[in-house]
Nanobody
Framework: QVQLVESGGGLVQPGGSLRLSCVSS????????MGWYRQAPGKQRELVAT???????NYADSVKGRFTISRDNAENTVYLQMNSLKPEDTAVYYC????????WGQGTQVTVSS
């Protein structure tokens, strides 16, 4: 059974930092690209960042310079380091595995507010 489990969300003040984690199981993690998406209330889910199996990364323009996606294949984990957080970053953040089909985690809430 494939599972992706996100953690690390929470409430943070503007300008603060948060690190999200996504632990995978049931897939050969190192073989697949991974991504972080987010969905704010009333908005469509949007891509935040991706990291390929080879480690190349891409970011949405809105988070470039602030967010960093990384992976630890030994731990089957992909991370999203979020710095200089803004209220508009508030959303449920979802982990995605680009395997034989897309697999999604349950999401973790990130709220940026003073």
């Amino acid at each position: 059974q494939v599972q992706l489990v996100e953690s690390g969300g929470g409430l943070v003040q503007p300008g603060g930092s948060l690190r999200l984690s996504c632990v995978s199981s049931g897939i050969i993690f190192s073989s697949y690209g991974m991504g972080w998406y987010r969905q704010a209330p009333g908005k469509q889910r949007e891509l935040v960042a991706t990291i390929s199996s080879g480690g190349s990364t891409n970011y949405a323009d809105s988070v470039k310079g602030r967010f960093t996606i990384s992976r630890d294949n030994a731990e089957n984990t992909v991370y999203l380091q979020m710095n200089s957080l803004k209220p508009e970053d508030t959303a449920v953040y979802y982990c995605k595995a680009y395997a034989n089909r897309a697999y999604w985690g349950q999401g973790t809430q990130v709220t940026v507010s003073s």
